[in-house]
């Protein structure tokens, strides 16, 4: 079992192992640039991670910049996909000035548009890296109702329909970029909410009685169901990638925009004490994305750096293959094995 504090997962790098010990053993404070406070109890300890490459959407702010934060820190060259240019270059900035690890660049990418999907794997490929983590964790929560340039719905295809294409398209990298000893990683972030989603596969554009909590709670159902079925066929096609999701929790971030302004006065009276920081929120998604307690094993729901049962609807295989179906056939690509992608 992994380590807990009453903030979540506690991960270190090895030098801020070594420090804590030397302030347990001296008496004096070493000080360290981890975003994250030395504990006094049991910590989890991740190893450097120099040369390997990860992309995580929405990495300019809240939970994305954080696990952007701690992967440069651990030593990753670090790519934050988004969608604002200015708040993308300067969390660039923020994070190699706190890391010291240069390899931290930004690139745009609007997951609403699947065009724009297409031409950021176009401009990463030509970069000619390899890729071993894709944090999939962009989202929009609670927006009025609205359609894509695709017209799709907007919970459905930033959430879902871009990270499922963003996904499928830089499978080829991952593959290559895994082996057997390291396996490639894709981490894909759902919430709790998914419990009370549900899929309805004659309306997944949510054209008939919109609410967007319904629809919110369909693309995070949708999520859990991708994630499994990913795993199952790339455990069936030997790849050396697996796939996992994560909850990473209620976490004030700006998720919260769209909600009412009476739960905007709530939250933010109560924040301090029911809502996790983005730090927090971020942890299981780093030891989604690093830890080696999960080497070569995939298809887990993890929230609070622990293994969970998710909606039993998630499990449903049919829904599961019947979803991906659609899914390719909304988004113009072939329905055949990952390994032929």
């Known amino acids: 079992m992994v380590p807990l504090t009453s903030t979540g997962l506690s991960i270190l790098t090895q030098a801020d192992l ?105 401009h990463f490929k030509a970069k000619n890296l390899s890729l071993h983590v894709l944090v999939n964790n962009a989202a929009v929560m609670l927006i009025p109702q609205r359609y894509t340039e695709d017209g799709f719905e907007e919970h459905f295809a930033v959430n879902y329909l871009g990270h499922f294409l963003l996904t499928h398209l830089l499978l080829d990298s991952l593959r290559r970029s895994g082996s057997r000893d390291h396996n490639s990683r894709v981490v894909i972030l759902s919430s709790a909410t998914h419990y009370i989603g549900e899929i309805n596969l004659t309306d997944l554009q949510s054209r008939r009685g919109y609410s967007s909590h319904g629809a919110y709670a369909q693309s995070k159902l949708a999520l859990v169901l991708f994630s499994y079925q990913l795993q199952q066929r790339l455990a069936a096609d030997g790849s050396y990638v697996t796939c996992n999701v994560v909850d990473p929790g209620v976490v004030s971030t700006d998720l919260y925009k769209h909600t009412a302004w009476l739960f905007k006065l709530c939250k933010w009276l109560t924040s301090w004490l029911l809502f996790k920081t983005p730090s927090q929120g971020a942890s299981t998604v780093i030891y989604a994305a690093l830890s080696p307690d999960l080497e070569g094993s995939g298809g887990f729901y993890l929230n609070n750096g622990q293994k969970e049962k998710s909606a039993d609807v998630s499990y449903d295989e049919d829904l599961q293959t019947e979803l991906w179906a659609r899914t390719c056939k909304l988004l113009g690509i072939p329905e055949r094995p990952v390994n032929g992608s």
């Open 18 to 122: 070594e420090a804590s010990a030397a302030e347990q053993l001296l008496g004096v404070r070493v000080e360290t640039s981890s975003p994250y406070p030395l504990d006094p109890g049991p910590l989890f300890v991740l190893p450097p991670q120099n040369g390997k490459v990860a992309i995580v959407t929405g990495g300019a702010k809240g939970i994305g910049y954080e696990t952007a934060k701690h992967l440069s820190r651990l030593g990753m060259h670090v790519i934050i996909a988004g969608n604002c240019e200015e708040s993308g270059q300067q969390s660039v900035r923020r994070i190699i000035q706190e890391t010291g690890n240069n390899k931290v660049e930004f690139m745009h990418l609007e997951l609403a548009s699947m065009q724009s999907v297409r031409q950021f794997v176009e």
